[in-house]
């Protein structure tokens, strides 16, 4: 039963998450509903927050693939329970992806067609980025795009998930005194997620997350986008799913060798 629990748990706030965020992004490219990229980073976070404080009961709320990797590499979750965390936070994910598709498909090829754009072509990578992510971030006409190298995106995402890896050991850790009561934490993880958006998705759409980013990626390449969904640059592999991995276990190495023995060197003023 505590295996199908934390299966659960995973799958379901992975799926939250993912539906939330994604979602944001549908109707953004869509309909304008979300005016700038404050906005819909904030969803993003909200999601974040409302997965966490729905399934951390049930198994921690790891919620992305990059966590549980940094978990496991600092020994604060066993390695035996890591293909379980994993395989269901891409079930969730593939799940939400479907859901997404199923729910706003019909906008998304009135969109297409009014704009021109011919699904599975180059071109439809801009309404392809509602499910996966791109760099540089695509846009409709084309202007303001940033130079990204695969080298400074791949950069980029592992960094963005070595901050965010980082805040949640010390958010979460025993070993911060200063840390907030856990009724806090998953709101300032939220945040986190939303503060990164906001530095980063110009340039990659800000993954963090593979298994967030490789779901509802499949999911719009069985639904007609093709190789739009997957560039031939294989930047799906190396900048969405292993750079956000290494960024994990770096921060997971960072916190356990370097922050902590200095938390614990510090003597609470009585």
Known sequence: MRHIRSWVGEALGTFILTLFGCGAVVVSVLFGAHVGLMQVAVVWGVGVMLAIYI?????????????????????RMPARKLLRHVSAQFAGAIVAGFAVYLLFNPSIAAFEAANGI?????????????????????????????????????????????????????????????????????????????????????????????????????????????????????GAFWVYILAPVVGGIVAALVFNHIITPLMNAVKPEK
């Open 118 to 234: 011919v699904r599975g072509s180059p071109e439809s990578v801009f309404t392809a980025k509602m499910f996966g992510e791109f760099y540089p971030n695509p846009s409709l006409d084309g202007e303001g795009q940033a130079v990204v190298s695969m080298p400074l995106a791949f950069g980029v995402e592992a960094f963005a998930t070595f901050l965010l890896v980082l805040f949640i050991f010390a958010l979460t850790d025993d070993c911060n005194v200063g840390r907030p009561n856990e009724n806090s934490a998953p709101l300032l993880i939220g945040l986190t997620v939303t503060s990164l958006i906001c530095l980063t998705a110009p340039l990659t759409q800000t993954g963090l997350n593979p298994a967030r980013d490789f779901g509802p990626r499949l999911v719009s390449w069985l639904m007609g986008w093709k190789g739009a969904a997957f560039p031939a640059n294989g």
């Open 55 to 75: 399934t951390r009961h049930l198994s921690n709320a790891h919620l992305n693939p990059a966590v549980s990797v940094a978990m496991v590499v600092s020994g």
